[in-house]
């Protein structure tokens, strides 16, 4: 059973740094994109990065380059969100996300975490 579990959310202010960790489990996800997507309420998920197992190509969104950062660690089937200098509009549901295609369209992915909240106030 494949699973994708998040961590590492909470309430944070302005200005700080939180590292978000998302552990894959249940199949092999070599070749996998993996993804980092956040959503408010009345809103649609929104895709923040991505990156293909196993490489260090990455993808972002304009809106967080430079701030945040997708990583993997591989011998513990993790991958990794640093997110900088937050700021009350990042405040939401992070989840993370595993497909076999690279996609910013959260309808491509297969597999889905739960979520973790994310709160920056000001």
């Known amino acids: 059973q494949v699973q994708l579990v998040e961590s590492g959310g909470g309430s944070v202010q302005a200005g700080y740094s939180l590292r978000l960790s998302c552990a894959a489990s249940g199949r092999t996800f070599t070749g996998y994109f993996m993804g980092w997507f956040r959503q408010t309420p009345g809103k649609e998920r929104e895709f923040l990065a991505a990156l293909r197992w196993g490489t260090t190509n990455t993808v972002y969104r304009d809106s967080v380059k430079g701030r945040f950062t997708i990583s993997s660690d591989n011998a513990k089937n993790t991958v990794y969100l640093q997110m900088n200098s937050l700021k009350p509009e990042d405040t939401a549901v992070y989840y993370c996300?595993?497909?076999?295609?690279?996609?910013?369209?959260?309808?491509?992915?297969?597999?889905w975490g739960r979520g973790t909240q994310v709160t920056v106030s000001s």
């Open positions: 996300a595993a497909g076999v295609l690279f996609a910013t369209q959260s309808d491509q992915y297969n597999y």
